[in-house]
């Protein structure tokens, strides 16, 4: 009986053979590589509660705002002035440290910006802002621009994201994410982002706060007549002067 061709080779040229096969196949699995990273896993481990895929974070941010002051000018103008008062009440309800007031240096307005920058601490100390709380720095500016006089103080901001990460196919794929039907990454990323971006107060999203003293004298006024088996609802005798219409009264 004819032995195979396989047997008749001699033992280095398996050796060749089982080389030659190991690496074509090296190469072929190397075409299917990509300069961008492989997140699929990404998608896998993440927790199927948007909030826990896309958790907001409490940091420190900062505050500003910009004042442009001409070169002969060397005051703020009325909304100036109006900007400046915002920012020292703003200052008092939510600010974590003191003021610093950036002064341009080198350009054409330097000097006016050092004079308007008395106006500047004569509205921050009529807001309540104590001048111990107070610092200027110069800093240089393109002489090619109009230099701003800026105001900054941190503040704690919320932040969630990125967003418009998308690790796996949304279509059908061989991923497990896919069979297991669970929430694609991104879903929720831009609800945890509106909503970092609207709270007042960042401390609200972690704590409930404190409760307010109960007005005494509305309280008697609710529980007398509740005592008298009166309607305890607020009445508004004004409430229907904007009505335009009789129908469902």
Sequence with gaps: MTRSRLQLMRPDRLRLA?????????????????DQPYTSGLANTAPADYRQRHPIAIKEGERSVELFIGRSRGSLSP??????????????????????IDLPSGTEN???????????????????????????RAYHADPR??????????????????????????GPTADRSYNENVPYWN????????????????ADLVQPRG???????????VLDKYRKGEATATVYPDSGKGKISEIGQ
């Design 18 to 34: 089982a080389r030659g096969l190991t690496l074509g196949l090296g190469l072929a699995l190397s075409a299917c590589q990509h």
């Design 79 to 100: 909304s100036q002035r109006a900007d400046v008062a915002a920012f020292a009440f703003a200052w008092r309800r939510e600010a974590t440290g003191g003021i610093i």
């Design 110 to 136: 330097t000097q006016a910006a050092h004079d308007a920058l008395n106006d500047v601490r004569a509205i921050l100390a009529q807001a309540g802002v104590p001048a111990s709380a107070v610092a200027t």
């Design 145 to 170: 621009i109009l230099a701003t006089l800026r105001l900054n103080y941190p503040k704690m901001t919320a932040t969630a994201g990125p967003c418009g990460l998308w690790p796996n196919d949304l």
């Design 187 to 202: 879903l929720g990323c831009a609800n945890q982002r509106n909503l970092a971006a609207m709270v007042d107060n960042p």
């Design 211 to 221: 409760e307010t003293p109960v007005s005494a004298s509305r309280r008697s006024t």
